[in-house]
């Protein structure tokens, strides 16, 4: 009897360690880091496939660093049917699905337009503090999100600043003073290159 108080204890501990070990490598094995296919070449832009997409800071990071690598026009979508094409023509997009549109100046980090959220937009607040040919805007966020990255942007391209003058700067700054993102407009505005931290 004293052998088996003892043993169920330790029995119970061991099943518990397993169970968690267990876990932790389901988990692992479950976790898909973000992955970029080709999916058709069309008429109009180059569409690719994000089936893995989540809102979050890692996936953002990833969509800008794969869009470096592109010319052209290029649509990133998160669902295989989210764009219908009559053979090498595209015919029509799915309004209610996540996407990333990219216009390209050039290949590299140098972009005209690029729209990152489709969906439901959340205004963003920002408090604006303006030096020589830069803005920095503060918001109260901690980590990027497409909502973030698309007020942002919508910022940028509104505001007139960057006509004025051959290269101005807009930095985007989380609630706790981090850079978070940075657009350089180059030629009066005309193009910008783009800076994830």
């Avoid at 052998?3 to 968690?20: D, E, M, Q, S, V």
Wanted: charged share 30%; proline share 2%; hydrophobic share 35%.
């Amino acid at each position: 009897m004293g052998k088996l108080k003892l043993f169920i204890p330790f029995g119970l501990c061991f099943l518990f360690l397993l169970n968690c070990s267990n876990n932790s490598t389901n988990f692992s094995d479950n976790k898909q880091s973000p992955k970029i296919e080709f999916l058709k070449e069309s008429d109009y832009a180059d569409f690719y496939i994000f089936n893995n997409y989540k809102d979050n800071e890692e996936c953002i990071k990833y969509i800008f660093e794969f869009a470096k690598e592109k010319n052209d026009l290029l649509w990133i979508l998160t669902d295989k049917n989210g764009a219908e094409f009559d053979g090498k023509f595209f015919s029509s997009l799915d309004t209610s699905k996540q996407r990333f549109y990219f216009n390209k100046k050039e290949k590299g980090n140098s972009y005209k337009s690029i729209k990152v959220n489709f969906l439901k937009e959340i205004p963003l607040s920002f408090s604006v503090e303006e030096k020589e040919n830069q803005k920095q805007l503060k918001a109260a966020f901690s980590t990027l999100t497409v909502n973030t990255v698309q007020n942002f942007l919508d910022y940028a391209e509104k505001d007139q600043a960057k006509k004025q003058t051959e290269t101005y700067t807009y930095l985007l700054l989380n609630k706790n003073n981090q850079q978070k993102m940075k657009l350089n407009y180059h030629e009066y505005g005309d193009w910008f290159e783009v800076e994830i931290f």
